[in-house]
């Protein structure tokens, strides 16, 4: 309520400027409170807290123009939906490399009859909030992964050489060998060491690797640095 009572205060002094005369220095301070009432509306839409943003990232770009992180390129696997929409885009780099995160929102939309009006009414439900990252590492692979939970959805797994991990997780790859090489016993370990947030991650062959955590408790500092220790794992 805070930011957008801001928000329209700043519109109302800029009107009130513009009408009496076009006085520039209201019009000026009604645009500053209005685009500080954006600002604050925008990184609490996203969750975002920017003190904790700069602890991991640098270069930072709120809601950038362009994309490199698109869900429908992640191969990671979702719940069924009606609906994804995409929202508080934020780019970046970590030690060099070109990151994006958002976060994302599944909705499906069901129909009922209305009694009163005998008119049917759609309805839409959120049945999924999570983060989504994508890290660009630099660096090819010689096949694609990707780890999901188990139980998260109902898709035929296989498995890693590592037993505590399959209890967890979920495998599918292009090249059973290839990815198994991949997931060394050192890499196994280290995402282990990360697996008490529920998460997924997607590795393709050009070296993007996409990472989903599945809490929708927004980008708080635990979130982004469960990120940065994924891109670790996979960077070198």
């Not at 209201?26 to 943003?53: A, H, R, S, T």
């Not at 979702?78 to 609906?83: A, E, G, M, R, V």
């Not at 890693?160 to 209890?167: D, G, L, V, Y």
Request: hydrophobic fraction near 40%; glycine fraction near 8%; include cysteine.
């Amino acid at each position: 309520m805070g930011k957008r009572l801001l928000s329209i205060l700043g519109l109302l002094i800029a009107i009130v400027g513009i009408v009496f005369g076009g006085n520039l220095v209201l019009v000026i301070i009604g645009c500053v409170i209005l685009g500080l009432g954006q600002m604050i509306k925008d990184k609490e839409d996203n969750g975002l807290n920017m003190n904790v943003v700069h602890e991991f990232f640098e270069d930072i770009k709120m809601n950038p123009d362009t994309h490199i992180l698109k869900v429908r390129n992640t191969n990671i696997p979702l719940p069924k939906h009606d609906y994804c929409n995409a929202s508080g885009y934020v780019q970046g780099k970590y030690k060099g490399l070109d990151i994006e995160f958002c976060t994302i929102k599944l909705t499906d939309v069901t129909e009922a009859l209305r009694d009163e009006t005998g008119l049917w009414e759609k309805n839409e439900n959120t049945i999924y909030t999570g983060e989504w990252m994508l890290c660009k590492l630099d660096r090819k692979f010689n096949t694609w992964l990707t780890i999901y939970p188990r139980g998260f959805v109902d898709l035929k797994p296989s498995k890693a050489q590592n037993e505590a991990f399959n209890k967890k997780f979920n495998l599918c790859y292009g090249d059973e060998e290839l990815a198994l090489e991949i997931l060394d016993p050192n890499r196994l370990e280290k995402i282990m060491a990360l697996s008490n947030r529920k998460f997924s991650i997607n590795l393709n062959e050009d070296g993007r690797l996409y990472m989903a955590i599945h809490d929708g408790h927004g980008f708080n500092s635990e979130n982004l640095k469960c990120f940065v220790d994924m891109i670790d794992v996979f960077r070198e």
